[in-house]
């Protein structure tokens, strides 16, 4: 077989840039993308994307409606394709057996149900989502279970290590590509055949090929050691601001030893993001299964640790404060769970912000690519008791940093966003109340320049020096 069609379900952050990519590098491949949404299938097909990735307007423009389509219309769109990825959501639990912490993988089974059902010919079907290990055996299950003369199923492993933000590059020049199959002749073929897709950019000693489980385990566990690092460092933020050490140094100390290296030593207010608590509590919880307790409370501990630091740097806001922060106005730079993403699933910051409303502050919140609507929805969502009304009246959104921090007493950084550090703080500074706090928790910004202005500066990992105004206040 060669693959000549390619269909993907899901048009999401991982569905979407990587079956455009696969477009823009494989003209001779028709690649068509569906998704059950409609709102979402007609955005693609717009000229605003229903995700803000750099790079990727450009690559969309180019091959849709050439060799990439986007479209709600599944069956035909499978029966044609020689290869199908599923690039569903894989939420956590929220109800039921493994409630909080399994990974609910109804998407990825009705998936497998609805491609058995249409499927007219031989495909090679290919996990992309996130899943817990073994999870190709449902599927396997589901489409062996109605194979039928000439309708053969080959299930293959291929989990995305793209990161939003960099979600083009990472996909251009991946540090490697893997490729999980049966370890059987028709399994290697099948995955030659996706092999092959990928040669059309990525060398061949970059496509790792194992078997399925390894394929399954690999992404979870990567995810689990990102994560676990980021928690490392955050714990030793709080070793440095007891006792006058800068994370940033110590950063750059340990991370120039090669074995460490630098990448992922950012401490930070902690992790967001769809993947690192999912795949985490996914790690957790398999591990429970499977009897490994000590395993998994290893793994559940970079999870405490990044939820202590949210809290931590939440509650250093009200304790500066002066112990109370009712009524006072607080402004919220960036909502996004990193920078160059207007995704929020897991950001920080609805966490923070949920801290901070609880104490009755008035938030004012400016993210340059985070929509209002959506705003709010994650913060009614986060405060379920809250009557939606009541939370529109604590929260307002702004277009711009300057009139969000306006008549504020405190900034409060969550997403690293660089217009952040280009500000003009004195501006900024002259428009709040006095006197005026700023919590940077992404170290973003000149702290001993903010400090020169007049601000007090609280970060993370490193003791700022107080502001001179401050003192003679005190
Ligand atoms: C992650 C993995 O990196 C990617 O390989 C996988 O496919 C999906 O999950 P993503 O969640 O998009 O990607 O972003 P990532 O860059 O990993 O950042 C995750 C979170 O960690 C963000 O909130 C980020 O701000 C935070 N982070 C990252 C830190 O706090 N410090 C760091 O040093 C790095
Ligand atoms: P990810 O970050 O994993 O890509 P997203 O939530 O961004 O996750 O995208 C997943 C997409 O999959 C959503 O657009 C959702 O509508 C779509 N989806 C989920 N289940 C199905 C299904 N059974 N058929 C088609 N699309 C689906």
């Not at 995305?160 to 290697?188: K, M, Q, W, Y």
């Not at 070793?239 to 950012?266: H, M, N, W, Y």
């Not at 920080?348 to 104490?359: D, G, H, N, R, T």
Request: a negative charge.
């Amino acid at each position: 077989m060669v693959i000549k069609k390619i269909c993907c379900i899901g048009a999401g952050y991982v569905g979407g840039p990587t079956c455009s990519m696969i477009a823009y590098k494989c003209p001779d491949i028709q690649v068509t993308v569906c998704d059950r949404n409609d709102e979402r299938i007609d955005q693609w097909n717009s000229h605003k994307l229903p995700i803000y990735e750099p790079g990727l307007d450009d690559i969309v423009k180019e091959c849709r409606g050439r060799n990439l389509f986007f479209t709600t219309d599944m069956d035909p769109a499978i029966k044609e394709a020689d290869l199908i990825f599923i690039s569903v959501n894989t939420p956590t639990k929220t109800f039921g057996v493994g409630k909080g912490r399994a990974a609910d993988l109804k998407f990825v089974e009705s998936c497998a149900r609805k491609i058995a059902s249409v499927a007219n010919g031989p495909k090679i079907v290919v996990e992309k989502s996130t899943v817990p290990v073994r999870s190709a055996e449902s599927i396997i299950n589901i489409l062996k279970a109605n194979t039928r003369p000439g309708v053969e199923f080959q299930v293959l492993s291929n989990p995305e290590f793209l990161s939003e933000g960099t979600a083009i590059n990472d996909l251009t020049n991946p540090d490697r590509v893997l490729i999980g199959g049966e370890t059987t002749p028709e399994g290697a073929r099948a995955i030659e055949e996706l092999c092959w897709v990928y040669s059309h950019w990525i060398n061949r000693d970059r496509i790792i090929t194992t078997n399925t489980w390894s394929s399954e385990l690999s992404k979870l566990t990567a995810n689990a050691f990102l994560a676990q690092r980021i928690s490392s460092i955050n714990a030793i933020s709080m070793v440095c601001e007891a006792t006058g050490a800068d994370i940033t140094e110590v950063a750059k100390a340990i991370g120039t030893d090669s074995r460490i290296g630098p990448k992922f030593l950012q401490a930070s207010v902690g992790f967001g993001g769809s993947c690192f608590q999912k795949d985490l509590l996914n790690l957790v919880y398999i591990s429970e299964c499977l009897n490994l307790s000590e395993v998994a409370a290893y793994w559940q501990q970079v999870i405490d640790m990044n939820e202590y630091q949210k809290s931590r740097f939440a509650g250093k806001v009200v304790e500066r404060l002066f112990n109370t922060i009712t009524d006072k106005r607080i402004a919220m730079f960036g909502f996004a769970f990193k920078k160059n993403t207007g995704d929020t699933r897991e950001s920080p910051a609805i966490y923070v912000s949920k801290y901070l409303l609880e104490e009755g502050a008035k938030l004012h919140i400016y993210d340059p690519k985070v929509e209002e609507k959506q705003i709010f929805f994650d913060l009614v969502t986060m405060m379920p008791t809250e009557d939606p009304e009541g939370v529109k009246e604590l929260v307002k959104v702004h277009s711009d940093a300057y009139s969000a921090a306006k008549d504020a007493h405190a900034i409060v950084i969550c997403t690293e966003w660089d217009e952040f550090t280009t500000l003009d703080y004195q501006k900024i500074y002259d428009s709040m109340l006095k006197p005026a706090f700023l919590f940077d928790g992404r170290k973003i910004c000149d702290h001993e320049a903010l400090v020169k202005i007049g601000f007090h500066v609280e970060t993370i990992g490193k003791r700022v020096s107080r502001s001179p105004l401050l003192r003679v206040m005190a």
